[in-house]
């Protein structure tokens, strides 16, 4: 049986049963890991095995990845950073809490872009990260060694976070399950910043139910975080299976759209017609607004970033690779009436897109408009620009958004669907996200890493 290519339900419910131990899960990863990290880099740091339980929680055992963002007790977080080289925390993020009173086994933490502020993941400090469809490009970042990690078996789930599309896009390029919730769902204590403003915390998974699974252990509300809402639990695996009939589904269109790659839009095209013979009503609607809002997104990342690291930017801007030295430095330079500017059209595009989703349950567009480019050579500023042009809207405005495999390019690299709706409908998303995985077979496509 191939352990890895069950869904965590799955694997929990054999658990449970005690048709496998929960040590039968973390073998399977610890053989992956030996086998493929010395080759995809996905892991900064791998937690040595322990004894699992084999009972209990809503995870029971099942090892899981953590992005090297999260504090882990007893375990150096480095956030992808030579300052944090070694750091070994005395407490856990609240996230990690959450995930290991539901029982799961952290087996190690990923490898990131540079304290996140960046998209290839081609880290000065602890070497690249390599796309395990094509070893030649990026898995995407900030969060690719937790998508790489999930893609190849070397975790049955992994933890990420997204300020501009750090969940989405390495899901997207490595043709796994990448959910971003509503900003203040999930916990941000104990993360390392980006910015306060746009960070997100959230799982990278093989199946959307397995990422409905994951926000129900990790959503919730943390008083001691200040970016955290108080909001009705979620119920987010209930509702999975619902019809998409009469569903109101806005397709993305206009110039902003026309920038990706033909054979992108084509495959979310494809995906339009599919939900459609789901019973879906899918209409396009113009969405150039967007624009605006990733422009924002990514000057507000800079300039939070900046005011994150001012000390360390001052002391030791060597210590930085250069691509995240360049922009931290445009951040600091930004004046305050830009960065008020950028705060206004966050408003702004906050309320347009209220008003689109008043009138559809999701909005579908590509995650990426292009798929995974190659690693070395690329400037990484504008592999940025680029990559979270679809993404990082959703950032600015908070709202939840999920990345599904939907095809495969020419040059079989993996193309991720972008589904997105109001503010706290993550179970909307997740339903839709579902209905279409089932109504396809893309999510079951593995490289021959896995």
């Given at each position: 049986?191939?352990?890895?290519?069950?869904?965590?339900?799955?694997?929990?419910?054999?658990?449970?049963?005690?048709?496998?131990?929960?040590?039968?899960?973390?073998?399977?990863?610890?053989?992956?890991?030996?086998?493929?990290?010395?080759?995809?880099?996905?892991?900064?740091?791998?937690?040595?095995?322990?004894?699992?339980?084999?009972?209990?929680?809503?995870?029971?055992?099942?090892?899981?990845?953590?992005?090297?963002?999260?504090?882990?007790?007893?375990?150096?977080?480095?956030?992808?950073?030579?300052?944090?080289?070694?750091?070994?925390?005395?407490?856990?993020?609240?996230?990690?809490?959450?995930?290991?009173?539901?029982?799961?086994?952290?087996?190690?933490?990923?490898?990131?872009?540079?304290?996140?502020?960046?998209?290839?993941?081609?880290?000065?400090?602890?070497?690249?990260?390599?796309?395990?469809?094509?070893?030649t490009r990026t898995p995407g970042g900030s969060s690719g060694g937790s998508a790489v990690a999930v893609a190849t078996g070397m975790a049955m789930a992994a933890l990420g976070t997204d300020t501009g599309g750090s969940i989405r896009i390495p899901a997207s390029l490595c043709g796994v399950v990448g959910l971003k919730p509503t900003y203040g769902r999930v916990s941000l204590r104990g993360i390392l910043p980006l910015s306060w403003n746009l960070d997100h915390a959230g799982p990278i998974t093989r199946r959307v139910e397995d990422a409905a699974l994951m926000l129900q252990v990790i959503g919730g509300y943390d008083e001691l975080d200040p970016a955290s809402v108080k909001t009705?639990?979620?119920?987010?695996?209930?509702?999975?299976?619902?019809?998409?009939?009469?569903?109101?589904?806005?397709?993305?269109?206009?110039?902003?759209?026309?920038?990706?790659?033909?054979?992108?839009?084509?495959?979310?095209?494809?995906?339009?017609?599919?939900l459609t013979e789901e019973g879906a009503l899918v209409n396009?609607?113009?969405?150039?607004?967007?624009?605006?809002?990733?422009?924002?997104?990514?000057?507000?990342?800079?300039a939070d970033g900046a005011a994150y690291h001012r000390e360390r930017l001052k002391q030791h801007p060597d210590w930085f690779g250069?691509?995240?030295?360049?922009?931290?430095?445009?951040?600091?330079?930004?004046?305050?009436?830009?960065?008020?500017?950028?705060?206004?059209?966050?408003?702004?595009?906050?309320?347009?897109?209220?008003?689109?989703?008043?009138?559809?349950?999701?909005?579908?567009?590509?995650?990426?408009?292009?798929?995974?480019?190659?690693?070395?050579?690329?400037?990484?500023?504008e592999r940025a620009r680029q990559l979270t042009r679809f993404t990082a809207p959703f950032n600015l405005t908070g709202l939840p958004a999920l990345s599904v495999p939907c095809g495969f390019t020419n040059d079989g690299l993996p193309i991720g669907l972008q589904i997105v709706s109001r503010a706290w409908n993550e179970a909307g998303v997740l339903h839709t996200g579902y209905a279409f995985q089932e109504a396809t077979d893309w999510h079951l496509h593995q490289s021959h890493f896995a």
């Open positions: 049986m191939n352990l890895s290519v069950l869904s965590l339900t799955d694997q929990r419910n054999l658990v449970k049963s005690r048709e496998i131990d929960a040590s039968d899960l973390a073998e399977a990863c610890y053989r992956q890991i030996e086998k493929l990290n010395p080759i995809l880099n996905a892991f900064i740091t791998v937690v040595p095995p322990e004894s699992l339980p084999t009972q209990g929680g809503a995870l029971c055992g099942i090892p899981l990845a953590v992005k090297d963002l999260y504090d882990t007790k007893g375990i150096r977080t480095t956030g992808g950073s030579r300052f944090f080289a070694d750091n070994v925390p005395s407490e856990d993020a609240y996230v990690v809490q959450k995930i290991k009173k539901a029982g799961a086994q952290i087996i190690g933490k990923t490898n990131t872009h540079e304290i996140a502020l960046g998209v290839t993941n081609n880290n000065p400090h602890y070497g690249a990260c390599k796309n395990p469809w094509d070893v009705l639990p979620g119920d987010y695996c209930s509702h999975l299976k619902d019809t998409m009939k009469e569903r109101r589904v806005a397709l993305a269109t206009g110039s902003f759209m026309e920038e990706a790659d033909q054979e992108i839009l084509d495959a979310v095209y494809e995906a339009a017609q599919v396009k609607v113009n969405v150039d607004f967007l624009r605006e809002g990733a422009l924002a997104n990514a000057l507000m990342t800079q250069a691509d995240v030295r360049q922009r931290l430095e445009t951040g600091a330079a930004f004046t305050s009436s830009e960065y008020s500017l950028a705060r206004r059209k966050q408003v702004e595009v906050k309320r347009q897109c209220e008003l689109l989703l008043n009138q559809y349950d999701v909005l579908i567009l590509p995650t990426t408009p292009i798929a995974a480019p190659v690693l070395e050579g690329e400037d990484a500023l």
